[in-house]
């Protein structure tokens, strides 16, 4: 079992910059892929980015590359999104999860954070 705890989320004006982290309980977490999801309201959960258990393998949106950046650091247990250039369209809740397994651009993993919400204003 592993529990996932994001963080970081708030209120931040366009054009600037949120870091948000997600720790990971349990002995084996750098055996997990880790992604970043997101949903706005009325709006299904989407992709953000995702990380494979070394680091190796990284996938981004395409709405997000060049300004979103996924990061991991195994020995605490944490995994972190780098928001710059942030957009109103940015806005939803932020949601961190994790699979066996490699990385992935789909919803199929096993375990999931409650979100953190980020609201960008204009």
């Known amino acids: 079992q592993v529990q996932l705890v994001e963080s970081g989320g708030g209120l931040v004006q366009a054009g600037g910059s949120l870091r948000l982290s997600c720790v990971a309980s349990?002995?084996?977490?750098?055996?997990?892929?880790m992604g970043w999801f997101r949903q706005a309201p009325g709006k299904e959960r989407e992709f953000v980015a995702a990380?494979?258990?070394?680091?190796?393998?990284?996938y981004g949106a395409d709405s997000v590359k060049g300004r979103f950046t996924i990061s991991r650091d195994n020995a605490k247990n944490t995994v972190y999104l780098q928001m710059n250039s942030l957009k109103p369209e940015d806005t939803a809740v932020y949601y961190c999860?994790?699979?066996?397994?490699?990385?992935?651009?789909?919803?199929?993993?096993?375990?999931w954070g409650q979100g953190t919400q980020v609201t960008v204003s204009s």
């Open positions: 999860a994790a699979r066996s397994g490699g990385a992935s651009r789909r919803r199929e993993y096993d375990y």
């Open positions: 990380i494979s258990w070394s680091g190796n393998s990284i």
């Open positions: 349990g002995r084996t977490f750098s055996s997990y892929a």
